[in-house]
């Protein structure tokens, strides 16, 4: 089948609408953008705010022949091509474990990675981006932590369809890469874009909390934090990174 294109105005979640879809056999690299969510989400079950016209929000469906435990370090491989693909921009845009890009120090995009698995045993993904272009400035009243938008970063704003085309290819090329040779390969200058780089952080668990250095991340995705005990990896899931 070919990849399919869907462009709404509106939808709940653009990752909804391929888990919609999951039983027709879609395509690879088969993309739905639209211009509002009604429902835009991010991990936990947290909402993302998704004005109309204010950002580009962006989901890709992917039939991967990895397992769901190589998938797992997705979501940080789409982070890392994201970012360099603003820094070829001109963005100093940072990439935050594991699915979040900031720029000085702000929240400008989030990666939504959801996982199906199949009957051969492999997963298929949907790459959920989110990327703050233009927000209008009532946005914080509903965001709880710093943001930023492209507009404060590129002057002028390149069109949306350049840069939602830019977006997806780097997405698909990324997607590509970790078919072929999995998160490692996908790894090279993770340490020169990261945030908290050889940063004491503070890794929160509920009511949990660790201190240590961050230093990096795994082949699985894992993040790697010099604790008092040494170096241990941490999985996503329930965690939360935070400067200390
Ligand atoms: P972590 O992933 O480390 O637990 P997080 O706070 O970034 O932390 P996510 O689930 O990744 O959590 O993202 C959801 C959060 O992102 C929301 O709770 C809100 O604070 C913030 N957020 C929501 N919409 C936007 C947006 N359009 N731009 C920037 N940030 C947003
Ligand atoms: C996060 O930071 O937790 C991830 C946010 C991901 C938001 C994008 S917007 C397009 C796609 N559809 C969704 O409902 N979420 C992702």
Redesign the pocket.
């Given at each position: 089948a070919d990849a399919e294109l869907h462009v709404l105005p509106l939808v709940d979640s653009t990752n909804q609408f391929w888990l919609n879809k999951k039983d027709q056999n879609v395509a690879s690299g088969s993309a739905c953008w639209a211009e509002c969510q009604s429902a835009g989400r991010?991990?936990?079950g947290?909402?993302?705010?998704?004005p109309f016209g204010a950002?580009l929000y962006c989901s890709v469906w992917w039939q991967s022949q990895c397992n769901l435990s190589e998938l797992m370090g997705l979501s940080v491989a789409v982070g890392l091509a994201m970012t360099r693909w603003l820094q070829q921009m001109g963005v100093p845009a940072q990439v935050k474990w594991?699915?979040?890009i900031y720029i000085d120090n702000k929240?400008v995009a989030?990666i939504l990675v959801e996982l199906e698995s199949r009957s051969d045993g492999c997963g298929s993904a949907v790459v959920g981006v989110?990327l703050?272009v233009n927000?209008p400035k009532q946005?914080s009243d509903q965001?709880?932590?710093p943001?930023t938008d492209l507009s404060q970063w590129l002057k002028p704003v390149p069109p949306r369809t350049n840069l939602a085309a830019g977006l997806y290819q780097a997405i698909v090329d990324c997607l590509e890469a970790f078919e072929r040779g999995g998160l490692q390969h996908c790894l090279t200058d993770w340490s020169r874009y990261d945030v908290y780089h050889d940063q004491a952080v503070c890794l929160v668990m509920g009511a949990h909390q660790i201190q240590g250095v961050c230093r990096g991340v795994d082949g699985q995705g894992a993040l790697l934090v010099e604790t008092q005990d040494g170096l241990r990896s941490f999985f996503g899931g329930e965690l939360?990174?935070r400067q200390a």
């Open positions: 991010g991990r936990r947290r909402s993302w705010q998704s950002a594991p699915n979040d929240k989030g989110g703050n927000l946005a965001i709880d932590q943001w939360s990174l």
